[in-house]
T-cell receptor
Framework: DTAVSQTPKYLVTQMGNDKSIKCEQN?????MYWYKQDSKKFLKIMFS???????INETVPNRFSPKSPDKAHLNLHINSLELGDSAVYFC???????????FGPGTRLLVL | DQQVKQNSPSLSVQEGRISILNCDYT??????FLWYKKYPAEGPTFLIS?????DKNEDGRFTVFLNKSAKHLSLHIVPSQPGDSAVYFC????????????FGPGTRLSVLP
């Protein structure tokens, strides 16, 4: 069974559209994260959620909004997509207090 | 089933000595590997990479070794410094275009003064 899954794997869309990326973990972890990987492979943390509370919100545009319907899911919603949003987005999870993070397979977003 | 494994959750090393972080993978299609370093409350920072056509890549104090037949890679840090204390993630991909990366769960390195 996949521990952390993301859908879709690939997403191609037009500028100005609104899209969502879903993330689910079946590890029973308390904290989930979203990262953006840039062209130089640097992983920038965007958000983390702990028991449905946002605990980290880095300087990302408010067009990006995380939504957590329950502890096992943290979805990323993006409004008014821009060309610069093209990247690979990774979801991850960890047990509260642990530094070990389990990453999803990534979602490659291409904005045309 | 984890395709990328880091079996040591933590490692402690004395300052000035060598730190060796290990990573094993199961997918023989992986041909590009990276190491990331992560400080608390920050995102992982890309550290060093290696392609499967090489068995060693060196960058300053950091050297990555790849043993394809054993599906094993390791990161050597020498000499270790207190600032190296962080969590280190190993990642693997079937190409170097940033697609389909698979991450290990990380190893916490503590360098003791």
């Amino acid at each position: 069974d996949t521990a952390v899954s993301q859908t879709p794997k690939y997403l191609v869309t037009q500028m100005g559209n609104d899209k969502s990326i879903k993330c689910e973990q079946n590890l029973g972890h308390d904290t989930m994260y979203w990262y953006k990987q840039d062209s130089k492979k640097f992983l920038k943390i965007m958000f983390s959620y702990n028991n449905k509370e946002l605990i980290i919100n880095e300087t990302v545009p408010n067009r990006f909004s995380p939504k957590s319907p329950d502890k096992a899911h943290l979805n990323l919603h993006i409004n008014s997509l821009e060309l610069g949003d093209s990247a690979v987005y990774f979801c991850a999870s960890s047990q509260d207090g642990s530094e070990t993070q389990y990453f999803g397979p990534g979602t490659r977003l291409l904005v045309l | 089933d984890q395709q990328v494994k880091q079996n040591s959750p933590s490692l402690s090393v004395q300052e000035g000595r060598i730190s060796i972080l290990n990573c094993d993978y199961t997918n023989s299609m992986f041909d590009y590997f990276l190491w990331y370093k992560k400080y608390p409350a920050e995102g992982p920072t890309f550290l060093i990479s290696i392609s499967s056509i090489k068995d060693k890549n060196e960058d300053g104090r950091f050297t990555v070794f790849l043993n394809k037949s054993a599906k094993h890679l390791s990161l050597h840090i020498v000499p270790s410094q207190p600032g190296d204390s962080a969590v280190y993630f190993c990642a693997a991909s079937v190409d170097n275009y940033g697609q389909n990366f698979v991450f290990g769960p990380g190893t916490r390195l503590s360098v003791l003064p």
